[in-house]
Each structure stands twice: as C-alpha cells, then as structure tokens.
C-alpha cells in the first residue's frame, strides 16, 4: 500500500513535462459504498499514447489503497509483472490497447484529509483535485489523461438515499438487503480530478432552467433538510449565472442536470465537478438572519465561478498542474465580471484590488513566492494560491485590456473553438488571443513567468519650449532567479488628469489630431519609456494606473496635498479610492515612525473624509470603500524591522483623531443611513449598511460620546445579520461593557447553526491585547469548535494568525507557541489546512531579534516533526530558507 509520506519530495519541475504514455478512453467504476469500507472496482480501457516520447510502461497512481486484485484483460497480474515506485504501481508487459481491473477497498471514516473519498455528518463526499483520485482508485491521476466515466453506485438506501455522480442518470432500482443502486454516465471526457460521488441523506430545492436553445436543465441544490429554507439565494444566483454566462460569452450549459452539494467539511470554498458542484456550506446557505451582506455576494460568486467553470476548466482544462492559472485566473476573473455586471462595478473593482494587495503582495514578497505559472512544487495543493488566482485573474485582465471588450471575446471564442474537450496550456490561451486580434503578444507572455510584484517608477515634467507635458516610466523586477534576463513586460497603464479646478482635462498625445478622451490607456514594452502630451497645463495632476490597469506597485511622489485633490475629485473610483489609501498610510508611516505621534498631513485627511460623509449623492458602498483604512496586517507588510505594539498605537491614535474631530458629520451620516426599513437585498440597502456599520465600528473606536449606546441599540434592533455582526463587533472590539451579555445571547441563539458560530469565533479571535491567547485557548475548548473541521480552524485559529497581530505577536510568545502546537497537530489530521495556517510564520525575520528568534524556534519545531506531511514541510522550510538568506 503506497502512503501519501512515502513519496519523494524533490521538487517537480514544468520544463519536466512528458505526454502520458498512455492514456484512458473510458472507465467503468463500480464503488459499493459505506463509511467504514467502501469497494471500488474499476475498469480502465487503456491505450498507449501515440504521441509520447518514451515506451514506457503503464503507471498508475494510488494512495492508501488496500488492492484486491489487479488483472489485464481479465487475467491475473503476475506479482513479477508490477513494481511499486513511490505513489505508482508500475504494470510491465501490457498490450498496447487493453482493459485493466482492479479491486481497491478504502476507508472514508479515517479519511480527516478530506481528500479522496471521506465521511462527512452522515454523507460520503469525493474531493478530487489536485491528486485525490489516487486515494479513491488506481489511475494515472494527472489532468491530461481525459476518459469518459460510467459510474455505478450501490449503497443501504435508508443510510444513503441520494446516489450521485457526474453526467446523466441512466438507471436505478433497488437490490437486496435493503440496498439500492445508481447509474451516472458523464458523455465528456474529463481529467480524474473532476471526478465526484455523492452518497447521502439531504433535502433538495429543484427548479430549472431553460437554455437559449431550449433545453430543460434541472436544477437541484442539497443540504440538510433544517437548512432547506436558506436555499433560494443560491438558486436564484446559479439562475442567473447561467443567463449571464449565455449573454455574456455565448456558452450554454451542455447536460440534463446541474447539482449543488453543501457540506460543513471541505478544504475550500467549493468544487467544479462536472455537473455535481460540492461546496462549503458557507457559500450555498443563505438567509438575512443567518448570512450577512458579504456572505451574499460570496455566495452569488461562488455559484458563478463553480458554474462558470463548466467551461474554463472542464469542456477545456489544463494540461498539467503547472497551467492551473489557465483555469483558476480565467474563472475568477469571470466571477468578477458577474458580480460587477450585477452589482456595483465601482466598488467591486476596488474590492477585489484590496483583497489582492492585501493577499497576494505578501505572497509576491514571501518565501513562497511564485509566478502565476509555477515552474516548480512540492506539493501542489500548495500552489492553490492568490498568485495562480488573484493575480491570475489581473493578467487575463490585462488581455482585456490590451484588446478590448470584443476583441477579449474574439479571442475566447477562438479558445474554445480550437481546445473544446482537451487539455491545454497557458500558451494555448495567449495563442487564441493573439490570433483571433491579429496581435504580437509575445512579450506578454512573460507576465506568466515573472516572480513578484513589478515597480513603476513614474516621474513628470514638462517642455515648455514645445508645450509638451511628459510622463516617464521605468519598470522592474523583484530580485528573484526566476526573473534573471527576464526583460521588460507589457504593461498597460490607464492615465489621465486633473487640472487646477480639479477637472478632468482631454489627454492628448503628441501628434494626434482633434481632442483626445480624458482616460488614455499607455502600453509600457520597454525598460525606460516617454509619453508627451498637448495641451496640458504645466501643474495638471496625473492620474495614473486607473482601473488598476495592471498588477504592479506604483512609486510616484505625489505630495499630501495632491493625493488629497485626487481622492476627492478623481472621476474613475478606483484611482480615488488609491489616493485615499496612499494618503492614510502616509499619515500611518509618519506616526509609526514618530512612535505614534500623528502628523500634521492628518488635516488633509480629516478634510477629505469629511468631504466623503457630507456627499450624500456618493453611493454609500463607495463612500464604506473609501472610508476603510489599511490594516495593521497590511502597515506590517510594509515595514522591516516591524514593530508590532507601535503600529497598533498609531492606527488606534488615528482612528481615535478621525472619529472625535468628525463626530457629528459620522452621526449624521450614520442615522441617515439608518433609515428604519425592513431588510432589503437592494444595493442601495447594502450600501447603507457597509457605511452604517463602518461608521458605527469607527464611533466605537474613537470612544465618542453615546457611542457605546448607539452600539447597543444596533445590536438589538437588527433583523439581519449584517447588522447583528457589525454591532456585535464594535461591541467586543470596544470592549463594551455590554458586550458579554451580546456574545452569550448571541450564542445561546446560534449555538446549532456551525456557520455562524464561526463568525462568534472570528469576532472574538481579532481582539487585540494581552489575553488574546487564553481567549483562544478557552475558545478552542469550546463544544462548537474541533480541530477537524477546517470552517472552525480558520475562523478561530486562521483569524488569530492573520488579524490579530497584537495578539499573535505577542511579546512573550505565546501566540507562536499556540499556533506552533496546533499545527503539529493538525499536520496529522489535515495537511492542506495545517500547512495555510503554517504560513502566519512567513515572515518571522522581519519582527525583531526577540519575536524572530521564537518564531524560528516554533518552525523548526514543526520541520522536526515525525512524519511531517509535506504540505507543511514545504510551506516551513521554504520560511527557514528564506531567513536563513537573510542572516
């Protein structure tokens, strides 16, 4: 029996890749299903590759597999014929076509990985991706081995009376001993990581949908039968992605049938199994009592990624694990494009920007820093990371914008046309893009082999001899091997300007004719690059990379009094949004570096957040965005040394400032918002909301004046669940003295319901000060909190780690200690949860001799560790590593 431990780990390299030496045309599964022992019985057609460099014999993979037998065109295998290497089973003398069976028996209910086929409550659950079938069945387990499955499923009918899998139902009935059995063909070749069963007892909510060529697909959503009634906004959402998906691109759901599955045990947000979605609970239930405003629009975006990869990741997937961004970017960039067409662009737009610099510019900047198309890993659930999706989404952006609405669809339409039903490569996309607009994109290419966030050092000046306003730029790389002789990128930069009445002024370049628009885009292929301007005054205010029109750090030396103009006049959103963002972590540097004495720039940021609250034909959700200062997670990625306590004081002394000098303008702008209104999931209703709620949380803070009253009667006047959780926080946070009673009545109402408890638990894990650790301990002995679910982990442990840095750091530490322990542990249950918690140590280098060196102690504890998954032993070492380059 080969064990997951077994295997080597050297680093698997992308210029290593070989074609399959043989691939599959069709499999039969037979799974008799059951948590302590499931069979399965498979029957591979198998075919030697004519395309492969190499006669090798037939490979197949498995992980903790108890084999039966193995036989090749219904004979016995000889023990001589097979060798086991690592996760293989190495099958000699096979003939070029044949039928390989094997006989596996595997047990779901020891499975805390959650990979590969595991009991979860009551259901048996299947997840695949990356590598999970090989923990199922004997396979060649890699993405480019693409078969068509018919899969029958036999289980007790009263333990399980929901029996699926992928594609069509072609049959079912009933057997003896109170079993019953179902049969599920897939017509589409698909790779073994979409590969799904199901088997359970859940409520269902069906409806259907009918498709721009009039077929009927049936849509059915499952969960336990208490949470049926918190359904609806999950169906109306798939409803709606399936439209959008038609009207935007033109692709049509291709089966009878689209299932969705939720569940309270899963590694991630959801999975895009061929027609059988399974999902983290968290993104299918959704009611106003029990899921706040962004619990909504997560949902709606998960529906639409899982459901948008129908497509782009199914009908054509990658090629090898190294592509992943070839399906994950593209899917999440059309997510994106769902929720903006739905919702507000504006605020989505900068929503989705803050999430990257605030999870992906660490990551660009960590030991574990890669390119959007690795070139190497370990493990590769490592490698599912806001680089290969965030940022992945940011380059099929840039396509965009490069080529333009219709020209991005041209290209797309070309991509589906040539790979529908194969198996591809980042290469290939850019091919069809490239292609289909008649453009050379390939410098652009380098965007999927470049480590790290670009620099663009802007600088202006003008010619007053010709009249030309010149904007200059140098770009560069992060220092890193990966981007020795890289050469410069394609970089796309959306500018305008302001002039001295702060409109915005027509961009002309020089040698145009006529008056050009007031947003230009700038295509940046060279290391140094010019661009003059007509008819610009000498003092007009650059507005640069609008749109955040590529992924990259700008360094320009605006003054204060200038970000200010911009975050109060710039007409594209998200360029007003940065300014004000720049301006805030100004006045944050100067404090922290004054050791929390606030600058006199504070003015100007006083000045321009009262100009936000007393806009009342800003829409609310902005003004929220605008209003949201960096975090103190955030302030610490920028600093080395780091200085932990200091950061804290400065972002509390701020916030105390901007919330007493502005008192009465946040008052009023929060009982405007507070309009007395029954729920509504308008957006107008959730704006009001955001800025309500922010503002409340602001008030807190600051300790203003009947502040703590105003909490309070939030809290308990709610009727929905934003509301209940942003008083519930600026409660706790405030330290309230009605916060206790808040938190047991919040409790004793929610202690059946896992998902929101889990928000209890986030709550009262980001509360900063000294007993932050025995608030956890106490916390982790709670009966609603267990190790082995990973919605627990990391709304206790992972919101400890990443947004409570007083508490984590704490001086004498004992929050590394905690952290440390329990990812040892954990390592043993759930490697791909421990090893994401394992990342909180990134960076251990960067916070002072003291806090370094007990931060190293806890990862080289954990690197010492018996049997430590390689999960976590790459995320750890590579940590190590990278202090050890430091020192």
């Known amino acids: 029996m080969a064990a997951r431990g077994d295997q080597g780990r050297r680093p698997i390299l992308r210029g290593d890749y070989r074609p399959p030496a043989w691939l599959v045309d069709h499999v039969d599964l037979e799974l008799e299903l059951a948590a302590e022992s499931t069979r399965v019985l498979a029957h591979l057609d198998v075919r030697r590759n004519p395309e492969a460099l190499d006669r090798e014999p037939l490979r197949l993979s498995g992980v903790e597999l108890k084999t039966r037998r193995v036989l ?11 060798t086991m290497d690592g996760e293989s089973m190495v099958i000699g003398g096979v003939p070029d076509v044949a039928r390989i069976t094997t006989e596996v028996e595997i047990h779901p209910e020891r499975n805390t990985a959650l990979e590969g086929l595991y009991a979860a409550g009551s259901s048996l659950l299947t997840q695949c991706e990356a590598e999970g079938f090989r923990k199922i069945t004997w396979f060649p387990d890699r993405p480019d081995v693409m078969a068509t499955f018919r899969v029958r499923l036999i289980a007790d009918r009263a333990r399980y009376p929901l029996l699926l899998s992928n594609g069509n139902q072609l049959e079912s009935g009933e057997l003896e001993d109170g079993r019953h059995y179902a049969v599920w063909e897939d017509p589409f070749p698909k790779p073994s990581y979409l590969f799904a069963v199901v088997a359970a007892d859940l409520a269902v909510l069906e409806d259907h949908f009918t498709t721009r060529s009039g077929r009927q697909v049936a849509l059915k959503v499952y969960s336990e039968p208490v949470n049926l009634h918190r359904l609806d906004h999950a169906m109306a959402s798939l409803k709606r992605a399936m439209a959008w998906d038609e009207e935007r691109w033109g692709l049509e759901y291709d089966l009878d049938v689209y299932h969705i599955i939720a569940t309270h045990d899963f590694n991630m947000g959801a999975m895009e199994n061929k027609s059988l979605n399974i999902f983290n609970a968290r993104y299918v239930l959704a009611d106003p009592d029990t899921a706040t405003d962004a619990d909504y629009e997560a949902v709606e975006a998960v529906i639409g990624h899982e459901y948008f990869h129908n497509w782009t ?10 592509q992943l961004t070839l399906k994950e970017g593209l899917t999440v960039f059309r997510d994106q494009e769902f929720t903006a067409d739905l919702r507000s662009r504006a605020v989505k737009r900068i929503a989705d920007v803050a999430t990257l610099m605030a999870r992906q510019f660490p990551e660009d900047a960590g030991p574990m820093a890669h390119s959007v198309r690795p070139e190497r890993y370990i493990e590769i659930n490592n490698f599912y990371t806001a680089t290969v999706y965030e940022k992945g989404a940011e380059v099929v952006r840039m396509y965009q914008t490069l080529l333009g609405r219709e020209g991005f669809r041209r290209g797309l339409d070309l991509y589906f046309e040539r790979h529908d039903g194969q198996a591809v490569t980042c290469d290939d996309f850019l091919a069809a893009m490239a292609d289909a607009n008649d453009r050379d994109l390939t410098q652009f290419a380098r965007w999927y082999a470049q480590v790290g966030t670009p620099r663009l050092e802007m600088t202006t000046d003008y010619d007053h001899e010709r009249g030309h306003y010149i904007l200059r730029f140098r770009q560069s790389l992060s220092a890193h091997p990966d981007n020795e002789q890289r050469g410069p ?105 004054a050791g929390a004495r606030l600058p006199d720039a504070v003015e100007l940021l006083i000045a321009a957040w009262k100009a936000v609250l007393e806009d009342e034909t800003l829409d609310p959700a902005l003004a929220a965005e605008l209003l949201s200062l960096p975090s103190e997670a955030e302030l610490a990625q920028q600093r080395d040394p780091v200085d932990v306590d200091c950061i804290h004081e400065s972002r509390k002394a701020l916030l105390m400032r901007l919330s007493q000098v502005l008192e009465p303008v946040l008052r009023a702008r929060y009982l405007a918002c507070r309009d007395g209104a029954a729920w509504s999931d308008s957006p107008e209703a959730v704006g009001r909301r955001a800025l309500s709620n922010l503002i409340l949380n602001l008030m807190l803070d600051g300790q203003c004046e009947a502040a703590d009253g105003l909490a309070v009667d939030h809290y308990e006047s709610a009727d929905n669940m934003t509301d209940r959780m942003g008083a519930l926080k600026a409660l706790v946070h405030g330290r309230v003295g009605a916060a206790d009673r808040a938190l047991r009545g919040f409790e004793d109402r929610y202690r059946d319901d896992p998902l929101v408890m889990d928000k209890w638990f986030a709550v009262q894990a980001s509360v900063a000060g000294a007993d932050a650790v025995r608030r956890i301990e106490a916390l982790m002995a709670h009966p609603a909190f267990s190790l082995k679910n990973p919605n627990k982990v990391r709304a206790l442990l992972g919101t400890f780690g990443l947004h409570n840095p007083t508490g984590f ?35 251990w280098q960067a916070y002072g001799a003291e806090r370094a060196g007990r931060m190293r102690g806890e990862l080289e504890a954990i690197a010492d560790k018996k049997g430590l998954s390689p999960d976590v032993e790459e995320i750890v070492k590579a940590a190590l590593r990278a202090g050890t380059r430091k020192d």
């Not at 954990?826 to 949860?833: E, F, K, M, S, T």
């Open 72 to 82: 090749v065109d219904g004979q016995p295998l000889a023990d001589r014929q097979r």
């Open 313 to 322: 990741g199914n009908r054509v997937t990658c090629r090898d694990w190294f």
């Open 809 to 843: 750091h704490a001086a004498d530490g004992s929050g590394y200690a905690l952290m440390g322990r329990v990812i040892r542990e954990l390592d043993g249950i759930n490697p791909q949860v421990a090893a994401r918690l394992a990342t909180v140590f990134n960076r």
């Open 489 to 593: 990128l394609m970089v796309p930069v959306k500018i305008g300007f302001l002039g001295p009445d702060n409109q915005p002024l027509p961009v002309t370049r020089v040698g145009e004719d006529g008056e050009g628009a007031e947003t230009r885009l700038l295509v940046l292929t060279n290391v140094d690059a010019e661009f003059r301007f007509d008819q610009l005054p000498p003092d007009a205010l650059p507005s640069v990379l609008r749109d955040f029109s590529a992924p990259v750090r700008l360094d320009y030396d605006w003054s204060d009094e200038q970000l200010a103009r911009l975050a109060g006049h710039d007409p594209d959103p998200f360029s007003r949004w940065q300014a004000m963002r720049r301006l805030a972590e100004r006045v944050l540097t100067a404090a922290i570096e």
